[in-house]
């Protein structure tokens, strides 16, 4: 079992940058994928971004160019780096750990970009 805790969401306005954290309970293996997928009122969990231990990144279509996905593999941390935010990007992000034998999320943190 996994344990993820996130941090990092807030308040910002359009145009503006945010910088999410989540932090592992255990050592993330390099089996283990990383990443963040959020999801806003009404509507289905999106991906957002995922990372492997080797650096290899996916992006969803919607963020891709404006967020940036990173992993501190000895802090057992991912985080997400999110510039040039829009209104659209408004909801709850979350964190995600996964291999081909488990899947464990994080609570969730709550972005809002609003003028």
């Known amino acids: 079992q996994v344990q993820l805790v996130e941090s990092g969401g807030g308040l910002v306005q359009p145009g503006g940058s945010l910088r999410l954290s989540c932090a592992a309970s255990r050592t993330i293996f390099s089996i283990d994928v990383m990443g963040w997928y959020r999801q806003a009122p009404g509507k289905q969990r999106e991906l957002v971004a995922t990372?492997?231990?080797?650096?290899?990144?996916n992006y969803g279509d919607s963020v891709k160019g404006r967020f940036t996905i990173s992993r501190d593999n000895a802090k057992n941390t991912v985080y997400l780096q999110m510039n040039s935010l829009k209104p659209e990007d408004t909801a709850d992000y979350y964190c995600?750990?996964?291999?081909?034998?488990?899947?464990?999320w994080g609570q969730g943190t709550q972005v809002t970009v609003s003028s």
């Open positions: 995600n750990v996964h291999s081909s034998n488990y899947n464990y």
């Open positions: 990372t492997t231990s080797g650096g290899s990144t």
